[in-house]
């Protein structure tokens, strides 16, 4: 990895503290999607809140570790983690939408096209970290949601 970036005076206690203040409340509303599906007993919906919330937990809570640390050696192993919590968001996302939307043979294969592109990008990024643009493994985990445009449509 190349060297760390250098910030601002001050930039990077605001974005440890814009992370960190996200930890609770994405416990809180984790916890309230929960008990929303837990209403309807729907164990699906269920998983598909909780792979959510965890991704997002894990986005804002390693980046406002990552942002309020300033031991270089730590702060280095947790920039490789914080890029790594880019893909679990970008799958994590996807998860309760397909399982809400697409509970089909087509859901399920693109849950698993999105998962195992977001282990691709955690792989390249852990060994390749400088060498291989996350950009393109975006853009293939994002724009797969056009598979799910028509069942959008019809549930909006």
Not at 98 to 112: D, E, H, K, P, S
């Amino acid at each position: 990895m190349e060297s760390l970036p250098v910030w601002e005076p001050g930039e990077e206690l605001a974005n440890c503290l814009s992370h960190a203040v996200m930890v609770p409340i994405t416990i809180y509303l984790t916890t309230y999607l929960i008990k929303q599906q837990m209403k309807v007993h729907d164990r699906v919906n269920i998983f598909g809140v909780t792979v959510y919330g965890l991704c997002v937990l894990f986005l804002f809570l390693n980046s406002s570790l990552y942002h309020g640390c300033t031991y270089e050696p730590v702060k280095r192993v947790l920039r490789y983690i914080d890029h790594c919590t880019i893909f679990f968001q970008i799958a994590g996302s996807y998860t309760p939408c397909v399982l809400y939307a697409m509970r089909t043979y087509t859901g399920i294969a693109l849950l698993i096209y999105i998962w195992v592109f977001a282990v691709i990008g955690i792989v390249s990024k852990i060994f390749f970290f400088d060498k291989i643009e996350g950009t393109y493994i975006y853009l293939a985990m994002g724009w797969s949601i056009i598979v799910l445009y028509q069942r959008v449509q019809q549930i909006v």
